[in-house]
């Protein structure tokens, strides 16, 4: 590789590179607000996000392990914080705004439903008429309708930028309610580094949850190179089996981080990027693992899938989740009037069975087990 350009790489007076996005360089909200006097654009986003009940309820959502198997597994919103905290480490190290990644980071997950991918599948099974269910759309969905906390408007009002997340987040799945976003563009730079940070949190805590439940044993980790990687210094053999697992994770995490530091500010600086227009209209999204690392980084996910996700004994609890929110929803379907006024509302615009899936998919785990207890019996 040819020498990086420093142009491209050299902090402004505000401490940024030229492609990072700038405050006042927002697209802007749909409804037009008076700016904060002490707050920028993306501290606003970060803060209503924050404040947000769809936000609170992550907490009580499936990450692997079902909410109350377990006070040390991981949650969805346990997730979402350890993203948020990748994000912006990268953000720092590569002098792109940090506001911005940190309200992308903590937005990502809004729209998972309870029982984490399972019960995601579920609802994009019994919504396929209606166009399917994808979190990253119900995130959207959530910023810009679900969330009713304003006088002056629906949702959110998140800025643009937060919002285009969403739909890059998605694979950008073409639908009406992301139309508005170019499907050529590329992912801003504080976009790409929450990206790569959702793969670096899941796959260091799955690895810790999976060790920590005893589902997967530090003999079979050693099958992936990452993990190896991570454990063949000298005297790590001589920790205490708690603190192998912990600090393999740390350092699991400190390899992908800094891969992703290194390899980024080589190709941004290779691409001469200068303005965040020109990350846009890049063809490669520059923040990313290198190519050695992203062949480790997808062996262990991978394994994963095969010993942890897949285990037995996961399985078993998801499938009877599954079973739970499908029934749920078809008593809702069938009884719209049992929904909360807000969600008969959206039937009467949407229907019925998206409202009821808009309802299920905002429950936490252990609503829905108290839900359906009530409605349809043990």
Known sequence: MGRP????????????IPAAMRDGATRGRRHAETEHPYRNPFQRDRDRVIHSGHFRRLEYKTQVFVN?????????????LEVTQIARSIARALRINEDLAEAVALSHDIGHTPF????????NDLLRDEGGFDHNLQGLRIVDVLENRYAAFRGLNLTYEVREAFFQHSGKRRVAEMEEFDADSAPLLEVAATLVSDDI???AHDVDDGLYSGFIKPEQLEETALWRQATGADGFQDFRPELKRTEGVRRLINSLVTDVVFRSVRAIGEQGYLTPDDVRSGRARVVDFSPEMEKKKNELKEFLFRNFYRHPKVMLVMEEAQKKVRELW???????????????????????????GDYVAGMTDRFVHDEHRKRIGP
Do not use: C, S, W
């Open 5 to 16: 350009d420093e142009q491209a790489i050299t902090p402004g007076p505000d401490g940024l």
């Open 68 to 80: 109350g198997e377990g006070d040390n597994y991981r949650t969805r919103l346990t997730h979402t």
């Open 116 to 123: 984490g991918h399972a019960g995601e599948r579920v609802l």
């Open 201 to 203: 949190a899941y796959i």
């Open 330 to 356: 078809r008593f809702y379907v069938n009884f719209p009037e049992k929904m909360p006024h807000e969600y008969q509302g959206i039937a009467d615009i949407r229907g019925v069975r998206r409202a009821a």
